[in-house]
């Protein structure tokens, strides 16, 4: 992630974690940091499709608050993106969907 980042100012990540199996201590409090960076920012850090499993253990720790569990964890992009779109004061939902995929094939 540091070397992705490397000379970005991102305000707002979103992690797509559909394939994350675990997720053990050190991997909670690295994305509490980086959610604490963005906050600093003005920003945050929305994390779609985490197993159940991982959303449930999260849950009942004290992380869950840190990475703003209720508001910041989604099952589905298409109510993450929503979210997020009403939350940056996004009116077009599609044009920001458009333009955001196509930054993101530019990677």
Same mark, same amino acid.
């Given at each position: 992630?540091?070397?992705?980042?490397?000379?970005?100012?991102?305000?707002?990540? &979103?992690?797509? $974690?559909?394939? &994350?199996?675990?997720?053990?201590?050190?991997? %909670?409090?690295?994305? &509490?940091?980086?959610?604490?960076?963005?906050?600093?920012?003005?920003?945050d850090?929305?994390?779609?499709?985490?197993?159940?499993? %991982?959303?449930?253990?999260?849950?009942r720790?004290?992380?869950?608050?840190? +990475?703003?569990?209720?508001?910041? +964890?989604?099952?589905?992009?298409? %109510? $993450?993106?929503?979210? &997020?779109?009403?939350? +940056?004061? %996004?009116?077009?939902?599609?044009?920001?969907?458009?333009?955001?995929?196509?930054?993101?094939?530019?990677?």
């Amino acid at each position: 992630m540091a070397e992705l980042s490397k000379g970005q100012r991102w305000q707002n990540l &979103v992690i797509l $974690a559909e394939g &994350v199996n675990q997720l053990d201590i050190a991997g %909670i409090e690295f994305l &509490v940091a980086e959610r604490n960076k963005l906050l600093k920012r003005g920003g945050d850090l929305y994390i779609i499709g985490m197993k159940a499993h %991982i959303r449930n253990k999260l849950r009942r720790s004290p992380y869950w608050k840190f +990475l703003n569990g209720d508001g910041n +964890l989604f099952e589905s992009t298409y %109510i $993450a993106f929503r979210s &997020v779109c009403k939350n +940056l004061e %996004i009116e077009n939902y599609r044009q920001y969907m458009k333009h955001l995929f196509k930054d993101y094939n530019r990677l």
